[in-house]
């Protein structure tokens, strides 16, 4: 599980996953979709969606019902934390954060930027978009509020990924996989804005970070030893993740970032000298941050650090969040 952010036309809304990462709503469609624990029986003979939290090791405490759902929060003893809403049936779960406003009226004001969603489970929902963003909200069973989340059943499935595959933009027209890798980097990776760290013979994998985000900044850390052995190459490409959480603090740093010449922009984020270009960004580099990002959106990015590479059979190799073991992640770069 991991604490991540969401943005949804607006709202503030937060949800969770299994990676330690700063997300974002630029696609529900990920490579490393988290997984549920396979069934264990509700009461009544359903499979019990909260019980696979227990079941993967969390500690899950219930909380007092909102709005007809039962609510919870399940955590690990290394500071992770789910937020959770569930009809009583527990035949699912939403991970993301209650709007306090009536859904009906969500609908209203979103008007034609929002697609009423086939209902699953008999939960309403709707997809939002603005521009390339989107944001996919739930309705309460009362009514009286909505959850901008995610929503799985008991098994794993990811049902708002099923329900917004047919929405045009919604499934991203790039995917990561051994049959289209090399397509993807030349149409995608080859041309992103970044910086690179490391000695040019080492393999490379390219590291998308937003530079306000602490779990890129853990993830730099932890693979310093590596990048200064020569063992691992990463091209750093700045995105801008989390403007409503630091005020646009996010979009300033990434712009400056792409202002240094790609031999120090990298370093620039690392040694704090961000600043020195943040009054005064490169013309070009508002264009380079919208390519990093409708790449990342192509790409299904899920939040950062993400971390892609080629490997040499021609596969693609894909890590949301931090490296949880480095050695094998940098083995891994390597093949």
Known sequence: MRPVCLFPFALLACSSAFAQQCAQPLSLESPSEPRLPGPSQHDHGDTDAIAHLGARGATVEMQPNLHGFETGIAHTGEGEILVFFAPTD??????????????????????????????????????????????????????????????????????????????PGAVPAVTVSASSSHANTRSGLADLSGGSLGVPSA??????????CIYSIRAMRALQPAISAGRIRLKVVPLSLLDYEDHGASTINAKSMLSFPEGEMAEAWISGR??????????????????NSEIARQLALAGTPTFIWTRRNGETGRLDGVPRDVEAFVSSVAQ
């Open 90 to 167: 527990h035949k699912l779960i939403l991970s993301g954060t209650l709007i306090p406003v009536p859904y009906d009226t969500l609908r209203h004001y979103a008007g034609g930027r929002a697609r009423d969603l086939v209902p699953s489970h008999g939960i309403r929902g709707m997809f939002v978009q603005a521009g390339n963003r989107f944001q996919v909200v739930y309705a309460t069973p009362d009514g009286q509020a909505a959850v901008a989340a995610r929503m799985w059943d008991a098994t794993g499935k990811d049902l708002t990924k099923a329900q917004i595959r047919d929405i």
């Open 203 to 212: 393999p490379e994998a390219v590291m998308f970070i937003d530079p306000q």
């Open 274 to 291: 961000l600043g020195e270009k943040a009054d005064n960004p490169s013309p070009d580099s508002p264009q380079k941050l919208a390519h």
